[in-house]
Each structure stands twice: as C-alpha cells, then as structure tokens.
C-alpha cells in the first residue's frame, strides 16, 4: 500500500471536481432529495468556482492518493477564506472527504494529521470545522481527535436548511 499526498495547483482543478462531486455524492447522497444534491453540486463544484478557491492564498487543496488512485482530499484556509468569521488565531478543516472504498485505511486521520501540522506551522492556537449533526461516524472521528463542540450553523443544501455542528480544537 503506498500512500502520498500532493498539494492541489490549477492544473488538477479536473481531479478535484471529480473526487468532490464523487465524495460528497457518497456521503449525503441518501439523506438529501437529488435536486437539492445536484443544486449544490452545481453551485459548490462547478471548474470556476473550485479555480477562484485553489487560486486564493488563503485556502489549500490536497489530493491523497491510494496506490495510484485518487482516494480523497482536504482543504483548508485561513484568515477572510475561513466560513465563520474566527480569530486570526484559527484555522479551518472545511473539506475532509474520503471515497467509501479508501475509508478505514487511515487516510483521513492522515488528512487530519496534516491540517493539525499546517495550522502549527502558521503559528494557529485553534484547528475548526463544521461536520452535519447526523454525520455520526465522522462526529466520533472528531471527538476521538479531541475535537469538541464549540457551535452550530446553517448549511444550505438547495433550499433545505441543515444544521452543521462546529467542533473546535486547541493546538499545544
């Protein structure tokens, strides 16, 4: 098994769509009606919006493979690219995401690993993210890591209001 990790440029703007729209499709695809799915697909994932997101300085993509195969990615940003308005001393996980068939094979904690080392590095006191409230496994995840719960807020999926918990850790 030979894993590796490659930071996101332009150039795998394609890659990254798929692996998007793949992911999420997985996860929420049978809690969710398809129009509301594809609504937020279309507006999340389209090539342009995911270029303005790889181009701002604020925000990174990673890409983990698996063997050959793109197994799933992160992103994560920083001062005004945040989600919430947060303090300078945060940083945000905002897409963790893991195809079914790579899960339990410790890419997301691998993931995770390497967002508590980026927010080390730009000297960040706090590491955040939002996670769906019914999202129970990924919740434990969390928790496991030390994560807790620090808020709540509305997600929109179309025109169906969610609500994402807001877990919070602090860095040593």
């Known amino acids: 098994m030979m894993t590796t990790i490659k930071k996101c440029t332009l150039t795998d703007v394609h890659d990254l769509q798929t692996i998007s729209v793949e992911t999420f499709t997985e996860t929420f695809k049978e809690h969710n009606l398809p129009e509301h799915l594809n ?4 507006k999340a994932y389209n090539l ?3 270029q303005q997101e790889i181009a701002n ?3 990174q993509f990673f890409l983990v ?4 195969d793109i197994a799933g990615y992160l992103k994560v940003n920083t001062d005004e690219a945040q989600t919430e308005a947060m303090d300078d001393d ?3 996980v905002e897409r963790i ?3 079914r068939k790579f899960q339990k094979h410790g890419l997301g904690k691998l993931l995770l690993n390497m967002a508590f080392e980026l927010a080390l590095e730009q000297k960040k006191k706090k590491i955040w ?3 769906w409230e019914d999202n129970e496994n990924a919740i434990a995840f969390y928790q496991k890591k030390g994560f807790v719960q620090t808020g709540a807020h509305s997600f929109f ?3 169906d209001e969610q609500t994402d918990l807001i877990m919070t850790k602090t860095l040593q």
């Open 65 to 68: 493979y698996f063997n050959e």
């Open 57 to 59: 300085p604020s925000s």
């Open 157 to 159: 999926m179309g025109e």
């Open 48 to 50: 342009k919006q995911l």
């Open 90 to 92: 945060s940083f945000e």
């Open 97 to 99: 995401y893991v195809k």
């Open 39 to 42: 609504a937020y697909l279309e």
């Open 129 to 131: 993210l939002g996670v």
